[in-house]
Nanobody, 122 residues
Framework: QLQLVESGGGLVQAGESLRISCAAS????????MGWFRQAPGKERELVAG????????LYADSVKGRVTISRDSTKSTVYLQMNSLKPEDTAVYYC???????????????WGQGTQVTVSS
């Protein structure tokens, strides 16, 4: 199996930056794609960014392009999400997910972390 553990969430002010991490353990090779999703209260879960382990191909939501960077460190089996110029609307629980393909749909991802809260105050 594959386990995902997020860390690094917290409370920041608008305009500040935050980096969250996702450490994968177990059979990481079974899921070539990693994604960061977020879910705000009353809203659907949406893909923020995704990356493939091997080639480093990335995918971003239009709402975060230019402000967010996803990266991976294969030696540490860790994926990072660097978020800059944060806005109050970025407030959500951020989830790390692993799946077979780099896609926007959450049903593609079979493994999920427990989530980490990111709160951006105005």
């Amino acid at each position: 199996q594959l386990q995902l553990v997020e860390s690094g969430g917290g409370l920041v002010q608008a305009g500040e930056s935050l980096r969250i991490s996702c450490a994968a353990s177990g059979r990481t090779f079974i899921s070539p794609a990693m994604g960061w999703f977020r879910q705000a209260p009353g809203k659907e879960r949406e893909l923020v960014a995704g990356v493939t382990w091997r080639a480093g191909v990335t995918l971003y939501a239009d709402s975060v392009k230019g402000r967010v960077t996803i990266s991976r460190d294969s030696t540490k089996s860790t994926v990072y999400l660097q978020m800059n110029s944060l806005k109050p609307e970025d407030t959500a629980v951020y989830y790390c997910a692993a799946g077979p393909l780099l896609q926007r749909t959450f049903s593609n991802y079979g493994y999920w972390g427990q989530g980490t809260q990111v709160t951006v105050s105005s």
